[in-house]
């Protein structure tokens, strides 16, 4: 069994009902909303299941990865922002994939793992990532020029200067260079990560009258709704995007229509080299289609992801899988996570492993055409509350420096020393949603009758046994997933004998190898 897992960013799953949909797949036929979005991968979903309500675990790129490919969640580890990886005395799948046995190819951007684990867990890699987008649409000084808004690229779609159909290429290059069995190939592209700006053969595409009839995005400064919500001290605040016009929003979405078009389109230009890879590879080869994030892209006036927030928007990615000798146009309704793609990797695999995780396979969904759980809960967490998290330059610590992009979200997180983003830990099931936030506002959503998220019940006596119920679930969470045992085991009693640090030193200090047999712990003699 070989794997594709085709990986982007911030494509937000627009697989939804027609009160919500956007973005990806069938809903607009659905719904007689006739923009050709994402034709590839409709044809991919009837050759295999789609998920209607995957989340991600957090909603940023790096700590997303992190809880994706470890199956732990954010309070396990603490990969909590873009620059703290997975490390090398941590287990991940792809590393126990490359250990049974795989050739681990990746792709694009990494995001997720230290140079170590890297190296521990990958076959081989090139970090070919992005597109033009072109430049910024809004001077310095202009209220949209944090907005992301770019006026397009105008590099050509099929360049390989665009760095996303590059590594699309090379991946079709090495599916056609009968590459050594077992193989798992990583994509991860740039897909609809802003700047918001597409190629030139996608730039014309869903002219905005169309996009505003088809599209009705969720108003902005809602009472009872978190800070970062808010004109006042939010992000279109900090982004000084509470004088553009609705028009300037809907452009906004428009424009992150054609990425994911774009990205649509490389997913089928994958798709169509597997298929010319000969020698029955297609057949034997399993292919996941998600993403880390979602995206505002325009929604309640705001732009790009937020760490500090739990939006549908942002948590709801699609999730799209076609598997050897699986059903064809199936749909799973049972809330899943992203952790649950690569567990179903490695029971596909046949990989045990002893390490910790919370992952649930999908084969159910995937063989058998069962809806998946649900009565399940799923779980996602974000937000900071240490001053080495955010202090100097927010989460990503960029530069001191208010022409670039990312300077807005850093003075934000950064204000109210350091609570300008606080810690929150979502659970959501079909029905409801709780987000709770020991320093700032939480959240309670009835989704049955509010699934855009619009009403915030939050401390409503008339939902208080809900928020109650949604909170014992929480609680029971935190103390069932709140440590775990490492692979690793260490012996008791001190070294032997003094080592000078070395490769060969470090390296058996480090990572111990689990398979050499346990010296025995004599209880008696550690306690002298």
């Known amino acids: 069994m070989c794997y594709i897992f085709f990986f982007f960013f911030q494509a937000e799953d627009g697989i939804r009902d027609a009160q919500e949909s956007r973005g990806l797949g069938d809903v607009y036929k659905r719904q007689g909303n006739k923009l050709p979005v994402s034709p590839n991968l409709d044809k991919f979903a009837?050759?295999?299941t789609r998920f209607e309500q995957a989340h991600v675990m957090h909603t940023q790129c790096s700590p997303s990865r992190a809880t994706m490919m470890t199956g732990r969640y954010m309070h396990v580890l603490g990969h909590r922002t873009q620059i703290h990886l997975i490390r090398a005395y941590e287990d991940n799948y792809w590393r126990l994939l490359k250990e049974a046995g795989y050739h681990v190819q990746w792709y694009g951007k990494n995001d997720a793992l230290s140079a170590t684990s890297f190296n521990l867990s990958v076959s081989g890699w090139?970090?070919?990532?992005?597109?033009?987008?072109?430049?910024?649409?809004?001077k310095f000084g202009e209220a949209g020029y944090w907005s992301m808004l770019s006026t397009g690229g105008s590099t050509h779609a099929n360049s390989t200067k665009n760095k996303d159909y590059l590594a699309v290429s090379k991946a079709i290059d090495f599916l056609k260079s009968s590459p050594p069995e077992p193989f798992a190939i990583f994509l991860?592209?740039?897909?609809?990560?802003?700047?918001?700006?597409?190629?030139?053969?996608?730039?014309?595409?869903?002219?905005?009258?169309?996009?505003k009839e088809a599209i009705k995005l969720r108003p902005p400064n809602l009472a009872g709704k978190p800070e970062y919500h808010s004109f006042r001290d939010g992000i279109p605040h900090y982004r000084n995007l509470t004088y553009l016009s609705d028009d300037t929003f809907y452009e906004i979405q428009r424009t992150y229509l054609q990425m994911i078009s774009y990205t649509d389109w490389t997913f089928g230009q994958l798709l169509e080299g597997l298929d010319q890879a000969g020698s029955g590879l297609v057949d034997r080869t399993a292919v996941f289609f998600s993403s880390d994030h979602g995206d505002f892209a325009g929604d309640y006036h705001m732009i790009e992801k937020w760490p500090g927030g739990a939006d549908d928007v942002l948590t709801r990615v699609p999730l799209v899988a076609r598997i050897p000798g699986g059903l064809q146009g199936h749909?799973?309704?049972?809330?899943?996570?992203?952790?649950?793609?690569?567990?179903?990797?490695?029971?596909?695999?046949?990989?045990?492993?002893?390490?910790?995780?919370f992952g649930q396979s999908l084969l159910p969904q995937l063989l058998h055409g069962t809806p998946g759980d649900n009565a399940r809960f799923v779980f996602s967490e974000g937000g900071f509350s240490f001053a080495s998290e955010l202090f100097p330059g927010g989460s990503d610590h960029v530069p001191d420096d208010p022409r670039g992009m990312y300077w807005p979200r850093a003075q934000e997180e950064m204000n109210h020393d350091g609570n300008g983003s606080p810690k929150w830990v979502m659970v959501r099931n079909l029905t409801a949603k709780l987000v709770y936030r020991p320093r700032g506002i939480s959240e309670l959503y009835d989704l049955k009758n509010d699934p855009q998220e619009l009403n915030n019940l939050h401390q409503n006596p008339e939902h208080g046994q809900l928020e109650r119920e949604m909170m014992a679930v929480m609680a029971e969470w935190l103390v069932q997933t709140g440590d775990?045992?490492?692979?690793?085991?260490?012996?008791?009693?001190?070294?032997t004998y003094p080592d000078a640090l070395s490769v060969q030193s470090c390296t058996e200090l480090m990572e111990p190898d689990p398979k050499q047999p346990f010296p025995y712990n004599d209880l008696l003699a550690v306690n002298g």
């Open 188 to 211: 991860p592209t740039r897909g609809a990560h802003p700047p918001y700006g597409a190629p030139p053969e996608f730039s014309d595409k869903f002219p905005l009258p169309e996009v």
């Open 331 to 357: 749909v799973a309704t049972g809330p899943v996570q992203t952790a649950d793609i690569m567990e179903t990797m490695i029971t596909m695999a046949g990989v045990n492993s002893t390490w910790v995780r």
């Open 484 to 495: 775990v045992p490492p692979v690793r085991n260490d012996h008791r009693g001190p070294p």
């Open 126 to 138: 090139e970090n070919d990532i992005g597109y033009d987008s072109g430049s910024n649409a809004f």
């Open 46 to 48: 009837a050759q295999g």
